[in-house]
């Protein structure tokens, strides 16, 4: 259904923010599913700077594997790298779901101040995180739409304006006429292919191969075979027409439905196209 990417320096109230949101989400509609992703959930801690490459991987696949359009998933973690908050808009993009960010402007000074009394972060860490932290841009695909909340100015509940106004986004009925939300449409590039459509392709080339293997045996022991033709049929020939068999049959899977899974399906498939092939 979505995916909301919560931003900001450290200690700036994310965590706050991404509660409420939950909670306000939840009190929208009775029967929504809202899971928040964070480093707690996943048993992982926060202050260690060596591990955050890694500690982004393993969020980023959290996220992919909990991603729906039954769901909303809300990722409470730093995203203050502008390519990380891009491949969590990819993630977002290739489920067709809708996509925000929930930005925490807080000053630097009062995050600061925040980490010291909750002893959350070594300095060093603290002075790190919030050097390489890269603002937020509407403009940016990725950081569109973009909620902005100030938790030094206006205090962090389920009824802030901002809030509001998310949930109004995320919760929104779409149809033809809606215009002020976007849900992502996938692309080719982005599109995970079809388990489906793979293993339906690979029992197709199989039972294609039994098919000319039987032929071949069936005309090398002077068999009756169910190709509508008396002359011999060559293996080149048989192969040629297999291989134009499975190439029409993928091509049309890609605006069709995919072709038949089962291995008698396709082979009486292939022994159809064989008869037509043969004797035109």
Same mark, same amino acid.
């Given at each position: 259904?979505?995916?909301?990417?919560?931003?900001?320096?450290?200690?700036?109230?994310?965590?706050?923010?991404?509660?409420? @949101?939950?909670?306000?989400?939840?009190? *929208?509609?009775?029967? /929504?599913?809202?899971?928040?992703?964070?480093?707690?959930?996943?048993?992982?801690?926060?202050?260690?700077?060596?591990?955050?490459?890694?500690?982004?991987?393993? /969020?980023?696949?959290?996220?992919?594997?909990?991603?729906?359009?039954?769901?909303?998933?809300?990722? #409470?973690?730093?995203?203050?790298?502008? =390519?990380?908050?891009?491949?969590?808009?990819?993630?977002?993009?290739?489920? =067709?779901?809708?996509?925000? !960010? +929930?930005?925490?402007?807080?000053? !630097? #000074?009062?995050?600061?101040?925040?980490?010291?009394?909750?002893?959350?972060?070594?300095?060093?860490?603290?002075?790190?995180?919030?050097?390489?932290?890269?603002?937020?841009?509407? +403009?940016?695909?990725?950081?569109?739409?973009?909620?902005?909340?100030?938790? &030094?100015?206006?205090?962090?509940?389920?009824?802030?304006?901002?809030?509001?106004?998310?949930?109004?986004? @995320?919760?929104?009925?779409?149809?033809?006429?809606?215009? #002020? !939300?976007?849900?992502?449409?996938?692309?080719?590039?982005?599109?995970?292919?079809?388990?489906?459509?793979?293993?339906? +392709?690979?029992?197709?080339?199989?039972?294609?191969?039994?098919?000319?293997?039987?032929?071949?045996?069936?005309?090398?022991?002077?068999?009756?075979?169910?190709?509508?033709?008396? *002359? /011999?049929?060559? @293996?080149?020939?048989?192969?040629?027409?297999?291989?134009?068999?499975?190439?029409?049959?993928?091509?049309?899977?890609? &605006?069709?439905?995919?072709?038949?899974?089962?291995? #008698?399906?396709?082979?009486?498939?292939? !022994?159809?196209? @064989?008869?037509?092939?043969?004797?035109?």
């Amino acid at each position: 259904m979505a995916l909301v990417v919560i931003c900001g320096q450290p200690c700036s109230g994310k965590s706050a923010a991404a509660a409420c @949101l939950a909670a306000a989400l939840c009190s *929208s509609t009775s029967d /929504l599913t809202v899971r928040i992703i964070d480093e707690s959930s996943l048993h992982l801690g926060r202050n260690d700077s060596y591990k955050e490459k890694n500690l982004r991987g393993v /969020l980023r696949s959290e996220v992919d594997r909990s991603v729906s359009r039954d769901s909303i998933i809300v990722v #409470d973690s730093l995203n203050n790298i502008k =390519g990380y908050r891009y491949e969590l808009w990819c993630l977002a993009r290739a489920s =067709g779901i809708r996509y925000c !960010v +929930l930005f925490c402007d807080t000053e !630097v #000074d009062l995050c600061r101040e925040w980490n010291t009394k909750r002893q959350e972060k070594g300095e060093p860490t603290f002075d790190d995180l919030v050097s390489r932290f890269e603002k937020p841009d509407r +403009l940016n695909r990725w950081d569109s739409p973009l909620f902005e909340l100030f938790p &030094s100015r206006d205090e962090v509940m389920e009824s802030s304006p901002v809030i509001a106004e998310a949930v109004s986004y @995320l919760t929104k009925k779409v149809d033809s006429k809606t215009r #002020d !939300v976007k849900v992502l449409q996938p692309t080719i590039a982005t599109q995970t292919a079809r388990t489906t459509e793979a293993n339906s +392709l690979y029992e197709m080339d199989k039972a294609t191969q039994e098919v000319i293997n039987a032929i071949v045996e069936a005309q090398s022991c002077g068999l009756g075979l169910p190709v509508n033709k008396i *002359s /011999l049929v060559g @293996l080149p020939e048989l192969r040629s027409l297999r291989r134009t068999f499975i190439k029409l049959a993928g091509q049309y899977s890609l &605006s069709g439905p995919p072709p038949p899974a089962d291995a #008698d399906s396709a082979k009486r498939m292939f !022994v159809d196209y @064989l008869n037509r092939e043969i004797s035109s």
